[in-house]
Nanobody, 123 residues
Framework: QVQLVESGGGLVQAGGSLRLSCATS????????MGWFRQAPGKEREFVAA????????YYADSVKGRFTISRDNAKNTVYLQMNSLKPEDTAVYYC????????????????WGQGTQVTVPS
């Protein structure tokens, strides 16, 4: 497993932007598919975005497509989530996750998780 630490969350007005970062430990970062998930109060944890081992392929939940961009820097062992045009419904705790299976949006396919970072977009 790999240790993950998210940062960059906060309070932002609707229409604003935030960039989340997820730093990882170890020398095997490039061997993981990396994903972002989120969980709003009283709701299930849901998939947001994922990126392939080299960063050449990405996929997104329909709810964030066109507004969020996932990227990674394997030299820095870090994955990012750029969030633009934020909406109140984006309010949630955002989690970074590492897995080995491509094109999966299931939480069970990601074996390592960060502690989460809060994103709040007031209505």
């Amino acid at each position: 497993q790999v240790q993950l630490v998210e940062s960059g969350g906060g309070l932002v007005q609707a229409g604003g932007s935030l960039r989340l970062s997820c730093a990882t430990s170890g020398r095997t970062f490039s061997s993981y598919v990396m994903g972002w998930f989120r969980q709003a109060p009283g709701k299930e944890r849901e998939f947001v975005a994922a990126i392939s081992w080299s960063g050449g392929r990405t996929y997104y939940a329909d709810s964030v497509k066109g507004r969020f961009t996932i990227s990674r820097d394997n030299a820095k062992n870090t994955v990012y989530l750029q969030m633009n045009s934020l909406k109140p419904e984006d309010t949630a705790v955002y989690y970074c996750a590492a897995g080995s299976r491509w094109y999966s949006s299931g939480t069970s396919d990601f074996g390592s998780w960060g502690q989460g970072t809060q994103v709040t977009v007031p209505s």
